[in-house]
């Protein structure tokens, strides 16, 4: 479904992203994990177009997307939730997840789309006349999944999701997305700094460190590889 090829990014001359490489097929959860400034979240950004790219190739379903606007992505059916929540405080939960549905084949189905949030979230249906800014931070992050839910993706990135919230919400945030993905098997690229918790959830993942790919493999062989266990497991 996605293939990252050669990817570069630059911001005032130095390179955030250097020939980064990777593929994401239909169906999978691919985890992107690495240290803070590997440059995660600048490639999340540069596959929904929100950073501009120096070189390289960004392909959907085969269609080099390289010059596409961010909201032509969406159209696409990709799907970014970004770092830090980015909910719209002074508009009701109701109203952020109708703006999440502006995508056309969103806008038909949104009757849909509202059913399937709030069955995977509850709590956001008891609070949908009630402003995003007074949630609490894990109500902001299911509120933003559900969001990006709304969308109708086939594709959904997901940057940080535990960014900031404590132990239980984060637990609270992990079934969430497992929950996603038993509902809907959506394709799932999760860049995250807890690692045994993204690569448990995932099926492949890859390390970032310095804007670069330098290991890849199955969740098993990156759980077992001695190098993720000494800089990411404390093992």
């Known amino acids: 479904m996605l293939k990252v ?11 955030a992203l250097t020939g980064v490489s990777l593929e994401v097929r239909e169906g999978e959860f691919v985890t992107i ?40 992505r969406t159209d696409l059916g990709i799907a970014h939730v970004p770092e830090g929540r980015k909910v719209f405080p002074s508009l009701t939960v109701l109203e952020n997840l109708e703006l999440g549905s502006y995508r056309a ?13 709030f069955a995977l979230f509850p709590v956001l249906q008891k609070r949908r006349h009630q402003m995003a800014g007074s949630l609490s931070g894990g109500e902001q992050q299911m509120l933003a999944l559900a969001r990006g839910l709304m ?28 929950g996603i993905r ?6 799932i690229l999760l860049v995250e700094q807890r690692v045994v918790e993204a690569l448990e959830l995932c099926d ?26 000494s800089a990411y497991l404390g093992v």
Do not use: C
Request: charged share 25%; net charge positive; glycine share 12%.
């Open 151 to 178: 969308a109708q993706p086939d594709l959904l990135l997901l940057d940080e999701p535990s960014q900031g919230l404590g132990p239980r919400l984060v637990e609270s945030v992990f079934e969430a997305i497992a």
């Open 5 to 15: 090829s050669g990817l570069d990014v630059s911001y005032g001359g130095l390179h």
């Open 105 to 117: 084949l969103a806008r038909r189905r949104r009757a849909e789309g509202l059913e399937t949030v």
């Open 33 to 72: 994990i690495g240290p803070n400034g590997a440059g995660k979240t600048t490639l999340m950004k540069a596959i929904s177009g929100s950073v501009p790219m120096a070189g390289g190739h960004v392909e959907n379903r085969g269609r080099d997307i390289r010059t596409f606007p961010p909201h032509a």
């Open 204 to 229: 492949r993942g890859y390390v970032l460190e310095a804007g670069r790919v330098v290991l890849q493999g199955d969740r098993d062989a990156l759980l077992s590889d001695p190098r993720v266990q």
């Open 182 to 187: 038993r509902a809907r098997r959506l394709t």
